[in-house]
């Protein structure tokens, strides 16, 4: 009953969200990418939506329905996913980077289909570093309140302590659990210059639901 007094968490505040994997193109047929099913970022973009936020929420290619009151940006490549971000993160209150985003792209990319030339021999092909789009909007002069993701095949509480580092953003997110790709269930790690806790094992929406309520009380406690 008390609850319907209550403003929301993120009422007026803008968030930014990257979600999904991206994809590089060799040529017209063929590329390079990540696993991710975007789950749980379009899940934060509806909790934040939820919570009162204006989100926009730059999309790698995934099958999902785009949240109710959502800005949704569809991009392929780390490159074009950069390009959305940039120029409206300075806008933003919040930046959360999910996307499971390609370190490397393929140096040239084909406009035609490489075919096989009969000999037996396969193409090397030559790669080249992504721009690092979270680094990029922590480097701001005045960035957004920026949270970073995690995946960690092991040792994930020492890699995110160094992520969150190297990044150097306030917030660092690990996904517990390896192979939490496309499942609807998953529990997070949350590591901050304080510490780290977890939010136990639970669905996506409901661990969005409580990783915006964190982010909010963050933001809030700040101005
Ligand atoms: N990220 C990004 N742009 C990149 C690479 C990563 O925005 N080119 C973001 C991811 O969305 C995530 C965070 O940075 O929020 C950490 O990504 P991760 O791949 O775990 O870190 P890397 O710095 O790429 O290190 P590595 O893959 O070697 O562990
Ligand atoms: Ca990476």
Redesign the pocket.
Known sequence: VLAIFQPKLLAGRKLLI?AGPTFEPIDPVRGITNLSSGKMGFAIARAAREAGAEVTLVAGPVHLATPRGVTRIDVQS?QQMFDAVLPLAPAQDLFV?????A?WRPAQSSAQKIKKDGSGSAPSIAMCE?????ASVAALPAPPFCV????ESENLAA?ARA?RL??KVPLLVGNVGPATFGQDHNALLLVDAEGEREIPHNDKQSLARELIADIARRLNAKQ
Do not use: S, W
């Open positions: 990257t780390a980077a999910t996307a499971a985003v370190d992504n721009p690092d789009i979270l970073g993701f995690a995946a890699h992520k190297r990044k």
